[in-house]
């Protein structure tokens, strides 16, 4: 079975609006390329493009990306679009395959090419390309680009994992998230790039599905919330031909999990946000297009493939013997929020199978530090001042029960380092996961690092008034702050160092970044400290 067969018929598509363009990327003469073929020193020349493709227009709008790196390669990513935000989401592509080449060098100008093929970019998958390159060499540099009938993409580099178990002394990497184009211009993304890092965890709300406003600082084309799997193409399309967040994506691999907006605000499972406004079946639908337009816009492997309304995004990544990365989702199979019902046992939030695949992994053998990537708030986190107590009920504490069983998991099986890495609330925090959290004195079991919005909610602010009430209510929230950027994290065998980076404006271009705090982690005791 070739990776697109069960989407035929399993997703929604939209070939009733399709139109012939007159964009031709080469004609059916291309396609004769030895589509699969990825042998060195063969007839394939980068300099000679057959002359049926000489009417190519520019098809790298959307950039080049590379994402999940394991020891011996990478996935590198395009999607070609000569007319991105085409208006039956075909990115004015034909409705045929493409051939695009790919190659791997060591060297920026391509003088070492160490890796080439051929793949079909397929009008069932948005003529979205992503490569699976093995056989490199372990934790190394490498150099990729793509081509198109004569029309050569920008070029991204990458890093591959060191190999499996070996020492690793030191490994950089940014977490990123919340990135509404329509709030403000990506410097977050431009500072970012700039950065030295080995690798940038996403995690989540990569796009908004909500209205075009009139409000915000820059505006979405078309009308409403996106539906169709045109409709999310188009919205990966509008942002993705930002150039600050194509630098981010070209200068380091990523790893994406996805949160709710890259569908709906607020899902879970097979229930909407708002049951009243769409049925199960419509939601149902559009999650399994939204699904399938975050696919084709991300470097995700064929393991992530979306499968009818499923796409499979909780896996392990392992740095060395230094850092396991352990990426979750806990959007996909959690109970529905409830207030009422936080405290109901029988609730999940990573869903079962999810959460003993996790318990098991970090029962060990782990490395040394031991990453949770996920979405929403971790820590216990109290909003009224006073006795009364009040809560979210879209993060854990809405999930009370699988939140404290996961967290006595981790002391009861001493999982090495547990540091837990959180989105979605568009704020810097530092938690200590306490063993009880109405117990300032009860034993730290694990850090929670939360990282702000890259864009979404504007320029920030130092601070809100009402973060004075979270940490007067919540001794175990150690710093709030509310301006845009990024995490930046260097893990040593010694200690862990979080820079929380952070852009005063994101509505002026060209803001600097500065670190507006950093904290650490000591190997062997939980919580962070300031540096
Ligand atoms: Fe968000």
């Not at 070609?80 to 920026?108: S, Y």
């Not at 109290?382 to 006595?408: H, I």
Request: glycine letters at 10%; proline letters at 7%.
């Amino acid at each position: 079975m070739t990776p697109h067969d069960h989407l035929d018929g399993a997703l929604p598509t939209d070939r009733s609006a399709l139109t012939r363009r007159q964009v031709l990327l080469g004609g059916a003469g291309v396609a004769g390329a030895a589509v699969g073929a990825s042998t060195l020193g063969g007839a394939w020349a980068w300099a000679a493009p057959p002359p049926q493709a000489q009417a190519v227009r520019a098809p790298f709008t959307l950039g080049v990306a590379s994402g999940d790196p394991l020891p011996g390669g990478v996935v590198l990513w395009t999607r070609l679009a000569p007319e991105p935000g085409a208006p039956d989401g075909r990115g004015g592509m034909p409705d045929r395959p493409l051939p695009v080449q790919w190659e791997v060098a060591e060297d920026e100008g391509f003088g070492r090419v160490v890796a080439r093929g051929t793949q079909l970019a397929r009008p069932e998958l948005g003529h979205s390309v992503h490569a699976e390159v093995d056989g490199l060499r372990p934790g190394a540099e490498y150099f990729y680009r793509f081509k198109a009938g004569p029309e050569l993409s920008p070029v991204g580099r990458t890093k591959t994992a060191p190999a499996p178990g070996a020492r690793l002394d030191r490994l950089a990497f940014a977490f990123t998230s919340c990135q509404s184009w329509t709030s403000g211009l990506y410097t977050a993304h431009a500072r970012l790039a700039e950065e030295d890092l080995d690798l940038v965890v996403q995690l989540g709300d990569y796009v908004y599905e909500g209205a075009p406003t009139s409000s915000g600082f820059r505006r979405h084309e078309g009308d409403g919330e996106p539906v169709t799997l045109g409709d999310y193409r188009n919205r990966y399309a509008q942002y993705k031909g930002d150039a600050d967040l194509q630098a981010s994506h070209a200068a380091f691999p990523w790893v994406l999990v996805l949160d709710d907006h890259e569908i709906d605000n607020n899902w879970a499972d097979e229930v909407p946000q708002d049951p009243a406004v769409q049925s199960r079946e419509a939601f149902l639908a559009r999650r399994g297009a939204a699904f399938q337009a975050y696919y084709e816009h991300l470097p995700l492997r064929r393991s992530s493939m979306p499968r009818g309304i499923d796409l499979q995004l909780y896996r392990r990544l392992s740095f060395g013997d230094l850092v396991d990365l352990h990426v979750l989702d806990t959007r996909q199979y959690r109970s529905d929020q409830s207030t009422a019902a936080r405290l109901d046992p029988a609730r999940t939030m990573l869903g079962d199978e999810q959460e003993q695949w996790l318990r098991s992994a970090v029962a060990g053998p782990t490395a040394q530090w031991n990453v949770l990537a996920q979405q929403v708030f971790f820590s216990q986190r109290d909003f009224t001042r006073g006795p009364t107590q009040s809560f979210s009920d879209d993060g854990w504490d809405g999930y009370v029960a699988d939140r404290n069983g996961l967290r006595d998991h981790l002391a009861a099986v001493g999982t090495s380092n547990p540091v837990i890495l959180t989105g979605d609330v568009h704020a810097n925090y530092v938690c200590d996961v306490k063993a009880d959290f109405d117990d300032p004195a009860s034993r730290t079991v694990a850090t929670e690092l939360v990282g702000t919005s890259i864009s979404t909610g504007g320029n920030g602010v130092d601070q809100n008034p009402g973060d004075a009430v979270q940490l007067a209510e919540n001794p175990h929230i150690r710093f709030i702050n509310r301006n845009r950027g990024y995490v930046r994290n260097v893990v040593t065998a010694s200690g862990w160092t979080a820079d929380f980076r952070v852009v005063d404006s994101i509505t002026t271009a060209g803001a600097p970044v500065r670190t507006r705090a950093s904290y650490v982690i000591e190997d062997g005791r939980p919580g962070a400290q300031p540096a």
